[in-house]
Nanobody
Framework: QVQLVESGGGLVQAGGSLRLSCAAS????????MGWLRQAPGKEREFVAA????????YYLNSVKDRFTISRDNALNTVYLQMNTLKPEDTAVYFC?????????????????WGQGTQVTVSS
């Protein structure tokens, strides 16, 4: 069982940056692949980024690939999403997710565990 708590969301102007954090409980954080997904009002949940257990490989939604960076610190049981050059279309609730699966992470929508989400609002 893994519990996930996101933080770092907020209101930012277009072109600005935010860093999301997701703290995981439990002793086996390094056993889980981690991901970030988002859901905008009236839209379906969307894959944003994922990272393998060791952090050696990362995966991104094409539209964020050159602006967002996912990383993890297994010693701190935390995964991060650095978001730069934010655009109004990035406005959404961002969810942290964990899964024991280590393959097929790109565009993955089904994850074992989810956080409660943190709101990111980008004003134009």
């Amino acid at each position: 069982q893994v519990q996930l708590v996101e933080s770092g969301g907020g209101l930012v102007q277009a072109g600005g940056s935010l860093r999301l954090s997701c703290a995981a409980s439990g002793r086996t954080f390094s056993s889980y692949s981690m991901g970030w997904l988002r859901q905008a009002p009236g839209k379906e949940r969307e894959f944003v980024a994922a990272i393998t257990r060791s952090g050696a490989r990362t995966y991104y939604l094409n539209s964020v690939k050159d602006r967002f960076t996912i990383s993890r610190d297994n010693a701190l049981n935390t995964v991060y999403l650095q978001m730069n050059t934010l655009k109004p279309e990035d406005t959404a609730v961002y969810f942290c997710a964990a899964d024991s699966e280590q393959y097929g992470l790109g565009r993955r929508l089904n994850w074992d565990y989810w956080g409660q989400g943190t709101q990111v609002t980008v004003s134009s």
